[in-house]
Every structure is written in C-alpha cells, then in structure tokens.
C-alpha cells in the first residue's frame, strides 16, 4: 500500500507540469515584473527590484502551505470532481487577462467555478468538454468544490499576512489639489500547488470513512493542482505594511468562516451555497471596505512641513545599511535641518565619506543613524522621497 501511494504521489507531481496555469502563472509573473520595472524606471530613473522578482516571490511561501493544506484535505477525504479542477484552470486564465489580479482571489475563481457547476448540473446543460467531466456530479462533489474555496481563502490570507505586504513598489500621482503626492503598490501572484483526490484511478482509500461522503466510484487518483491567488491593493493613507496586514486578517478569517459552513454543506447542501456566496460577496466587500476607506482618509506619503519624508528605499544601498525604513521622515543630515530633497542631499555632500541623519520613526519617535559612505555607493544612498520630481505630473489620483 506504501508504495502505491508514493507512486501516486509522485504521478501527481509529475502531472503538475502538464497544468497550463503553471505556464501561465509563469508568464504573468514575467509581465508583472516587467511592467513594474518599466514604471519605477519612468517614476524614479531607476527600479527597485529586477524584473524576476514577482516570479521568484510566486513561490515564496505557497508551496509550503500548499502542502500543508494538502494533508489536511486528502486526509479527510475530501474529493474533487475533475470538471471543477478543468473549469477553475480555465476562469483562472480569463481572469489573469485582464490584470486585475484581485479576480484571481481564491473566493471569485473557485466561486464562481461552482456556480457555474451548479447550474450545469442543475440545468443539464450539455456544453463541450465539460459535459464529459461533469457527468458524475452529486451534492457530495460539488460541496468539496466549496471546501476547497474556504481552504484556498485561508491561504490566500496567510499569504497576505505573510509577504503581500513585502517589497511594494512606491508610486507618484498628482492629487486633486494638485500636490505631489506617493503611495504604495502591492500587486503578487502566488502558485500554491496542491494535491487532491479525484474520483478515478488505480487505487482504493485505506479506511471505511474515507471519503465522508457517497460517491459514485470507488477508486481515487492523486493529482497535483497549480492554484493561482492574486492580491492587488493600492495603499495611500498609511503604511502599506499596516493596511495589507489588516486585509490579510479579514481574508483569513473570512477564510475560517466560509470553510466551517462549507462543511456543514456536506449535511444540508444550502450550506454550500451560503458558503460560496459568502466566499464571493465577503471577499469583494473586504476590498470595497478598504478602498472608500483609504479614499477617504489624507495621503500618509506627501511633503512634510519639517523633513522629507521616505517613499522607498533600494535593496543593498547605503540607506538600508542605516536602517532607514519606509515612511519614516529624515529631519536632519550632519546636523543641518532638511524640508526638500534637494536640501537633503546639500547637506549630505557637507561631508561626503560620512553621514549623521536624524530621523522620525514611525512610532513617532526620534532616532538617530550613522555611517560611513564608501566610494562605489549609490549616489543618492538609494532613497526615494515622497516629492521625488521625476515623472509624478503624468499621473492624478482624485
């Protein structure tokens, strides 16, 4: 039996590459970086990170719970049909066309895969190639189908939690009134692959309960599935280490909600559909709520009355080796008071092999930072200011 499973095991990983969302999911990743490349180098005159960086933090983190998760569901016996697998790789790649990575939330592509499974079943609707799979559908199959959405709801919040909020790229817009000012930009993808059970292949479950349901076929196969969690989130009234963090939070717990009710559905199917459409709904008013919440509050990145305050800072530069950290406001430079960038770097060059900054943390207290500055630094010590002039006039934000 050991072996067998292994041996299962290891065809569905080996099948994982034959998943196009896994080339897709590559693809996009490659665009993200590029597109945030080219739009920090028209911002800023530089870019803060290489253009592969979305593609090595796609697998940063979803593998881990991705297995994780998979244990939990496979142990108890939670099977997918093979049409919800084919239909939510196919909603994935529409979503992932038009950008807006926050359609590729676990809630909207495995949500709306089972409403349109439910109506396909229901209907009888015989449509190409998902009739084929769809022939075998009960309420015990399609309510695993919400299981899976309240699993992947609570990932995709781990996720946020986790590293959503790392490396956002700075952006600058001219405001309604006309000012100059910044906010944060927190566009990732993440591949979590995950094994399920399916209804067919070569081998029977262990144990008497497993599955918990009645299904139509005896036998099981393992496969490893490429799921695909956006998370898109446009941050200007706090830090966007704050604001991320919280959202992740409401994702997770939404996340905790939807599966509990899912589970129940296995016992009176209206609980599934309360669960999907709680999955949906609770994930695009979580979005909404944010967005009228920031818009409604001041810009947290603008120019200060005293100090010049910090929009980004380069990896490896001389401003990360002084532990000068996103929104903290620089107040002094070797002494001498700054209120503009240009100020800043005036006094800078005071002394041009070492620098004395007193800085505002983001607690609200003062601190203070020295080092010595080596020939080969960047120039600037690689700190993006909230006023920094290149390229901010293209942009307005109401």
Aim: aromatic share 14%.
């Amino acid at each position: 039996m050991i072996e067998l499973w292994l041996l299962e095991v290891l065809k569905g990983f080996g099948k994982l590459f034959l998943h196009p969302v896994l080339y897709v999911s590559i693809l996009f990743a490659i665009m993200t970086g590029y597109y945030r490349v080219k739009r920090e180098r028209r911002d800023f005159n530089t870019r803060l990170l290489d253009g592969y960086h979305d593609l090595r933090m796609m697998f940063t983190h979803g593998l881990g719970l991705g297995l994780l998760f998979s244990l939990l569901i496979v142990g108890a016996g939670v099977v997918i049909p093979p049409a919800a697998i084919l239909l939510i790789g196919v909603i994935t790649i529409l979503f992932a066309l038009t950008s807006r990575y926050q359609l590729l939330s676990a809630a909207m592509t495995v949500g709306f895969s089972y409403f349109i499974l439910v109506m396909l079943d229901y209907f009888q609707w015989d449509l190409p190639v998902f009739s084929t799979y769809a022939d075998d559908l009960n309420l015990g199959l399609l309510s695993s189908i919400v299981v899976l959405l309240g699993v992947l709801t609570l990932i995709e919040g781990s996720l946020i939690r986790l590293n959503g909020w790392k490396h956002t790229s700075p952006r600058l817009f001219k405001s309604a009134r006309g000012l100059k000012v910044g906010a944060h930009l927190g566009k990732r993808l993440w591949l979590v692959p995950m094994f399920v059970l399916i209804p067919t292949g070569s081998f029977s479950l262990p144990f008497d309960w497993w599955p918990v349901f009645t299904l139509g076929t005896e036998t099981y196969s393992l496969l490893c599935v490429p799921f695909l969690i956006g998370f898109q989130q446009l941050v200007k009234s706090t830090l966007p280490e704050v604001a991320m963090k919280h959202t992740g939070s409401r994702v997770f717990w939404l996340g905790a909600f939807t599966l509990t009710l899912a589970i129940t559905g296995f016992w009176a199917s209206m609980f599934s559909i309360a669960a999907a459409v709680v999955g949906i709904v609770g994930r695009a008013w979580i979005g909404y709520r944010f967005r009228a919440g920031d818009d409604a509050k001041p810009y947290f990145f603008k120019r200060q009355p005293n100090g010049v305050m910090i929009l980004g800072i380069l990896p490896g530069s001389p401003a990360r080796k002084l532990t000068l950290q996103v929104g903290e406001i620089v107040l002094k430079v070797n002494g001498t008071d700054v209120n503009t960038e240009r100020a800043f770097y005036e006094a800078l060059q005071k002394n041009g092999a070492y620098c004395k900054l007193e800085v505002l943390g983001t607690n609200g207290e003062n601190r203070f930072t020295q080092g010595a500055l080596y020939e080969g630094d960047h120039h600037e010590l690689g700190i993006i200011f909230a006023d920094e002039a290149s390229g901010w006039e293209q942009y307005q934000v109401s």
